[in-house]
């Protein structure tokens, strides 16, 4: 088993920056790649940004191009996901997931293993 546990969710005002940081342990060894999922009120969880583990390709949803970076430190089994010019629209639970199969890397039933979750507030 995997466990996923996600941190660095907050208040921000508009424009503000925050960094999520996951940190996965047990059979990590088993993961090929990490990404991350958010989740708005009454809306459908949705692609946010993955990383592979050998080649460290990344996947971006065009929601987050240009303003998210998504990183990992492999030493940690840490993946991190750089937020900037942060909007309201922005405003979700974050969730951290990993996959044992290299795939599209963007639908939620490719990943094996889920946080919790942290929330991010965007305000106005």
């Known amino acids: 088993q995997v466990q996923l546990v996600e941190s660095g969710g907050g208040l921000v005002q508009g424009g503000g920056s925050l960094r999520l940081s996951c940190a996965a342990s047990?059979?990590?060894?088993?993961?090929?790649?990490m990404g991350w999922f958010r989740q708005a009120p009454g809306k459908e969880r949705e692609f946010v940004a993955a990383?592979?583990?050998?080649?460290?390709?990344?996947y971006y949803a065009d929601s987050a191009k240009g303003r998210f970076t998504i990183s990992r430190d492999n030493a940690k089994n840490t993946v991190y996901l750089q937020m900037n010019s942060l909007k309201p629209e922005d405003t979700a639970v974050y969730y951290c997931?990993?996959?044992?199969?290299?795939?599209?890397?963007?639908?939620?039933?490719?990943?094996?293993?889920w946080g919790q979750g942290t929330q991010v507030t965007v305000s106005s």
């Open positions: 047990g059979r990590t060894f088993s993961l090929v790649a």
């Open positions: 997931a990993a996959t044992k199969a290299i795939s599209t890397m963007r639908r939620t039933y490719e990943y094996d293993y």
């Open positions: 990383i592979t583990r050998n080649y460290y390709s990344t």
